[in-house]
């Protein structure tokens, strides 16, 4: 397993923890929104794991810059939030569509409600989640029947990403109102849905998104 970060210190430790359960791992480093990077960093991982048969899309970003109503929206914070949303996606996927064609491999987005639903005041977020949807479906009948491509869309999970939402008690409250569970998510609550659709218990699943929300979107 190989977590990918722009700062290896953001992933040694979780390299580490995955080694000292006994699994292989190892670090590498890459700006998403970067071709060259994601390639070196593919290289990396294939020289130390051997060939890919996983990926996990994760990387996001949503800057206050992107947020605000459209015309408060700077264009090039909407082009850095969907560089990094939807066209990072895709790039992680193109660089390594060999080694998923040749391992029969899966690929997982992880995309957002806001790529079910608007969001008021996130435009270009919204914007690149419901491109990270269609993406995976449309990946999906293209890479039918040997790599199967899913999509898993949290509701608010408490991260770094959320820390100005979670510290604003009214707009924490107005948010676990929205939500049926009556909270935001752990991190944790998030990967276990990804680990399924990695996994072969999810062998007949393609072309799917597994809202892990809270019940957000059963509104």
């Known amino acids: 397993m190989a977590p990918l970060s722009r700062s290896r210190d953001d992933v040694a430790a979780v390299a580490e923890e995955i080694t000292d359960r006994g699994q292989e791992s190892t670090v590498a480093t890459c700006d998403v929104s970067d071709e060259t990077d994601v390639r070196a960093a593919f290289d990396d991982v294939r020289n130390a794991l051997g060939p890919v048969d996983i990926v996990v899309n994760n990387a996001g970003v949503n800057p206050d810059g992107a947020l605000g109503p459209p015309e408060r929206v700077d264009g090039d914070d909407f082009d850095f939030v969907t560089d990094v949303n939807l066209a990072g996606a895709f790039t992680c996927a193109r660089v390594a569509t060999e080694d998923l064609h040749e391992q029969g491999g899966t690929l997982v987005n992880v995309a957002s409600v806001g790529g079910l639903v608007g969001l008021p005041r996130q435009h270009p977020y919204v914007a690149s989640k419901h491109g990270l949807v269609g993406l995976t479906k449309s990946m999906a009948l293209d890479w039918a029947p040997t790599v199967r491509v899913n999509c898993v ?67």
């Open 153 to 219: 869309a949290p509701g608010y999970v408490a991260t770094d990403l959320t820390e100005d939402l979670t510290e604003n008690e009214e707009l924490a409250a107005s948010i676990r109102e929205r939500t049926p569970l009556d909270r935001f998510a752990d991190p944790e609550e998030i990967a276990g849905p990804v680990v399924f659709l990695a996994s072969d218990a999810a062998s007949y699943v393609t072309g799917s998104v597994l809202e892990a929300d809270g019940g957000w979107t059963a509104r």
